[in-house]
């Protein structure tokens, strides 16, 4: 068996991995990046954010052909060339994960294509796709093996038609009915693409609301749209078992009202994902890991190994590829020898629903779980002439401030186009921008960035296009 060295071995190569492993050589490391997948970009490019993106993009664009005889257009029913639109999804992939692949070459990075395994805190073990093994020794490590679908035993009935995001995002057909179990944001992304192919879908939820981790008034324009999108939305009931019949999977249903016996020709279980932290001989180092299956580390990102780090979905919450990406630096900069800590305080969070729904920093519910007293505005989309001129005027945007300063705690929005419009409030929470700053900032007109501004204009009173009478 072969055996090679390197200064610094980063395991994994998605969100979290590829970023450490450019960055640490842009650094002047001499860097190995090893991933068991043969294309680079993790779970994020090859299976999550980007081809459900590129679907929900097509998604949207379906219901809005249904919306325009409003308008006065009028489109026939699109017909829907099932191999063209994964083909499509598929070149967007082979394209950015090629682009991956180049970059990592110009920067002299060694990729290899083989599963890690440690065999003691300073040498992996790789398992090679040919079924070759070699060893590989090094001074530091990055981990950034990412997480899985949660699949409970219940749900494996080894049936295809039960399909977690990675067989849902692979689009084998579209199936008359499609029961999506998880109203989280995958559940709900993915129960969108479905419903705009042309599927019945039906979501069941455990909690009585949808995206738990979100606040209401941000859900509430999001869920009446879904009803109107989805054939039924199940809250408070919980899928007791699953069996595959021939007519389809059966779910046993139990919730107030729910019919107890269903049939769907297929089921997509979204209700998380754990940590890949099991399998590949963690054992064998002082690496700790928490009763979650996360990586124990510190704000530098280092594990309870000195000359070992983790970063992404393996070292913790929230499991988002941009603060995978973002700890890769933190973790880089740590192992050059600099003062380096994850203390970023706004994480934005983006559901790529239509509407989008989208919040960074502090929430109202989490102040006032917090009893922390704050100033909350709010403006209305109602009011926007923009969200007037593509006839999207069920958004709202709410700013969290704190009462005697006027800084901009956090903010939440839902509305279409969100995400990108986060990251204005992402700006402002993380640099302590006060609501003034965002008010007395030009906002272009007409755009949905100007509710921005105009919400934080109602902390002195009234936003221009939105008056409230003043109770005497
Ligand atoms: P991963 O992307 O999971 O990559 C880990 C890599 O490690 C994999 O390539 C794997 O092959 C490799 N690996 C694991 N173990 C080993 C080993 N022992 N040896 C060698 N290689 C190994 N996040 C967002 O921010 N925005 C979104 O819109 C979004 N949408 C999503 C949609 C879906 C359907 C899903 C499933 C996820 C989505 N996510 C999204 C989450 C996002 O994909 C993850 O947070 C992100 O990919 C985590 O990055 P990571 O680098 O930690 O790990």
Redesign the pocket.
């Known amino acids: 068996m072969s055996t090679n060295h390197t200064e610094l071995v980063v395991?994994?190569?998605?969100?979290?991995?590829y970023p450490a492993a450019f960055d640490a050589a842009d650094h002047g490391m001499q860097v190995t990046l090893?991933?068991?997948?043969p294309k680079?970009?993790?779970?994020?490019l090859?299976?999550?954010?980007i081809p459900?993106?590129a679907l929900l993009h097509v998604a949207k664009l379906i219901n809005e052909t249904h919306e325009a005889p409003e308008w006065g257009l009028k489109f026939n029913q699109p017909e829907i060339d099932l191999d063209k639109l994964r083909n499509w999804k598929g070149s967007v992939i082979t394209k950015l994960t090629g682009g991956i692949k180049e970059l990592a070459r110009a920067r002299k990075v060694t990729v290899v294509n083989?599963?890690?395994?440690f065999v003691d805190s300073n040498t992996l073990e790789l398992a090679h796709t040919d079924g070759s093994k070699s060893t590989l020794t090094f001074d530091k490590c990055i981990i950034?093996?990412?997480?899985s679908?949660a699949m409970p035993q219940m749900f494996q009935i080894n049936d295809p038609r039960v399909m977690d995001?990675?067989g849902a995002?692979e689009l084998p057909d579209v199936p008359k009915s499609l029961l999506v179990v998880g109203g989280g944001?995958?559940g709900l992304?993915?129960g969108s693409v479905y419903a705009a192919l042309g599927s019945k879908v039906t979501v069941v939820e455990f909690l009585p609301v949808l995206l738990a981790a979100a606040d209401r008034d941000l859900v509430k324009p999001l869920q009446k749209r879904l009803e109107q999108h989805f054939h039924a939305i199940h809250l408070n009931t919980k899928v007791e078992a699953l069996k595959a019949t021939d007519a389809g999977i059966e779910a046993t249903l139990a919730g107030e009202g729910v019919e107890p016996k269903q049939v769907f020709d297929r089921v997509l279980i979204s209700i998380g994902?754990r940590p890949?932290s099991k399998?590949?001989g963690l054992e064998n180092t002082k690496v700790k890991v928490n009763d979650k299956g996360f990586i124990v580390v510190d704000a530098s990102r280092q594990t309870s190994e000195p000359h070992i780090y983790a970063?992404?979905?393996?070292a913790g919450e929230p499991?988002?590829?941009?603060?995978?990406t973002r700890e890769a630096k933190v973790a880089v900069e740590a192992l050059t020898g600099k003062p380096s800590e994850f203390d970023n305080i706004a994480i934005p969070a983006?559901v790529?629903t239509d509407p989008e729904v989208a919040w960074c920093g502090l929430q109202e519910h989490e102040a006032k779980e917090q009893g922390r007293n704050v100033k909350v505005v709010k403006f209305p989309w109602a009011a926007s002439g923009r969200a007037m001129s593509i006839g999207r005027t069920e958004g709202l945007t709410k700013m969290i401030l704190d009462p005697e300063t006027e800084r901009v705690l956090g903010v939440g929005i839902v509305g279409v186009n969100a995400g990108e419009l986060i990251g204005e409030a992402v700006v402002a929470v993380e640099t302590a921008a006060v609501a003034r700053d965002l008010a007395e900032t030009i906002h272009a007109h007409p755009t949905l960035s100007e509710t921005m501004m105009e919400s934080a204009e109602a902390v002195f009173g009234q936003a221009t296009h939105s008056y409230r009478p003043k109770k005497s």
């Open positions: 395991l994994g190569g998605g969100p979290g991995g090893v991933d068991s997948d680079l970009g993790g779970v994020c090859n299976r999550g954010c459900s993106k083989a599963r890690g395994s950034a093996t990412g997480s679908p995001s990675t995002l944001y995958i992304e993915m994902r890949n399998g590949f970063i992404g979905d393996i499991m988002l590829a941009h603060k995978a983006v790529f």
